[in-house]
């Protein structure tokens, strides 16, 4: 079982073993809807962008708790959102991914900000549907103000796992 930050050091092309998700978020629109954007990941030497998701909250893509979305040769990413609070839980409200002129293009608008949105551009994406192993069926909850509490009871980037589903994008074509 490796960590998830591992899955951001693969080349855009290493196909884990796994089955294609229920939904993909590469190619569906909303397939995210209602997943929860815990942490975002910016190799700029690498130019890999990775995007780590609270799945068990999700409308779709139910049947792990945890999602990773890694982006290669990333030329755009941008955030906007604020919070009233210390930790928010950003949840997507709706996903739209789509190919632009051989490039793979992700809107998220997101919750509970008015207008909270992210852009990213980039060559090639992957998306990994995963489990990590010993947490809850539900996510923690945010208002508790303990950093170390709540992480205890997501997923991170140091947390073991388990691929589940997983797809993979380049461009025009999908692999």
Do not use: C
Request: glycine share 8%; net charge negative; no cysteine.
């Amino acid at each position: 079982m490796g960590k998830i930050n591992e899955l951001l050091l693969t080349g855009p092309f290493l196909h884990r073993e796994a089955s294609r998700p229920e939904v993909d978020p590469l190619t569906e629109t909303d397939a995210l809807q209602e997943a929860q954007l815990l942490d975002i990941r910016f190799d700029a030497l690498a130019r890999t962008v990775g995007l780590l998701f609270e799945l068990r909250v999700a409308l779709q893509l139910r049947k792990t708790n945890t999602g990773v979305l890694v982006a290669h040769g990333v030329s755009e990413l941008s955030w906007s959102g604020r919070s009233s609070t210390d930790l928010t839980a950003w949840t997507v409200g709706g996903s739209h991914p789509h190919l632009d002129r051989g490039l793979f293009r992700l809107e998220l608008g997101m919750w509970p900000a008015l207008g909270a949105q992210l852009k990213l551009e980039a060559e090639s994406a992957a998306f990994f549907a995963i489990d990590v192993p010993g947490l809850s069926e539900a996510p923690p909850d945010y208002t508790e103000t303990d950093r170390t509490k709540i992480g205890a009871e997501i997923a991170g980037w140091e947390s073991p796992f388990r691929t589940v589903h997983a797809s993979f994008l380049r461009g025009s074509a999908s692999l």
